[in-house]
């Protein structure tokens, strides 16, 4: 039995500009970090000629064409396995539809475990870049690539993404006393909502593909925060960083009606008032985590679990997509 794990994912800044319809025209820029929270992958040979896979559900079919499984067809496909004799299981930490990324980590781990199952070796690069050829390429989801590059890299990571299609990455560099404040005071409270980030990406992604002057101009001003966000990182300001997740919340919400909701708005504005100097809901919008940087955690977690808020701690992955099992 072969286990590989791949790492969900929390973004810092920049979010909106890693899609295509922004960074092949203006260059995208991002700040994500990986957190001990995995979606799992088995892969094992069985002694019967169909190919079971298990997920929310149980498919048990002859040919790779006959999956329902958008991305475990698609990525069968794209390595040119039949995938008879195999049985796939998947397991997550946290559920889909949440804001962390779960599809690249998902993608990822996938890969992963059938090029170990295959006795290949492939870059961790590599793995990144397929992983978008399956989810945009050839399911032509409308999203963008950071999640793919965080689940496959790990760590605390920026990203730039240039018009030409190449990816620069480097890891953000903090000592670490910077490190261990930033894990400890970032804080995670699941809303209760879930939804498929593809709807409301979509919507960002079409206005900037016919150029909307105002959704342009909302990612320059979305980019050039993550880059502020950089240097408070790397300068150990993290009150700064927090006052600029703030910032970045108000623009993201103006980028589409559905990105979130009274009530999200509502407990937004008690953590606001209960020690949270900033914070932000992960991910395309609509539901998932919100993510708050305070430096009173005790107020603020009274005040927003009283609201029946449940929170998720975590620390920082730096392995990225990984065999647990071989």
């Not at 018009?163 to 480097?170: G, L, T």
């Not at 209760?192 to 979509?202: D, F, Q, T, V």
């Amino acid at each position: 039995m072969i286990i590989t794990r791949s790492p969900l994912r929390i973004s810092l800044g920049g979010g909106g500009t890693d899609l295509p319809s922004y960074y092949r025209k203006h260059t995208g820029f991002l700040i994500a970090a990986t957190i001990n929270k995995y979606v799992y992958i088995t892969i094992h040979k069985t002694f019967v000629e169909d190919l079971l896979i298990k997920y929310s559900k149980l498919e048990r079919v002859r040919h790779v064409d006959d999956i329902e499984h958008p991305i475990i067809r698609e990525t069968l496909r794209e390595l040119e396995m039949t995938g008879n004799y195999i049985e796939i299981t998947s397991l997550a930490d946290i559920p889909s539809g949440t804001g962390l990324g779960s599809s690249g980590s998902f993608t990822t781990a996938l890969l992963k475990a059938l090029y170990t199952y295959n006795n290949q070796i492939v870059s961790t690069r590599f793995l990144a870049e397929q992983a978008c050829k399956i989810e945009m390429d050839r399911l032509r989801e409308p999203i963008g690539k950071q999640d793919q590059y965080i689940a496959a890299f790990g760590g605390i990571t920026t990203f730039e993404f240039l018009p030409d299609e190449k990816v620069e990455i480097s890891p953000v560099r903090l000592d670490k006393e910077t490190l261990y404040n930033l894990e400890d005071n970032l804080v995670l409270f699941f809303t209760g909502y879930s939804r498929s980030a593809s709807s409301i990406l979509k919507e960002q992604n079409d206005k900037s593909k016919v150029d909307d002057e105002e959704i342009t101009n909302n990612l320059h001003f979305v980019k050039e925060i993550g880059k502020q966000s950089l240097l408070a990182l790397e300068t150990g300001n993290l009150i700064k960083c927090g006052e600029l997740m703030n910032v970045h919340w108000e623009h993201k919400k103006k980028r589409s009606g559905n990105m979130s909701n009274g009530k999200i708005d509502e407990w937004y504005e008690l953590a606001m008032k209960n020690g949270a100097v900033g914070g932000k809901l992960i991910g395309a919008g609509g539901g998932g985590f919100l993510m708050f940087y305070t430096e009173d955690k005790m107020k603020l977690r009274h005040a927003l679990m009283k609201e029946g808020l449940e929170e998720v701690r975590f620390k920082f992955d730096f392995e990225g997509t990984k065999v647990v099992v071989q």
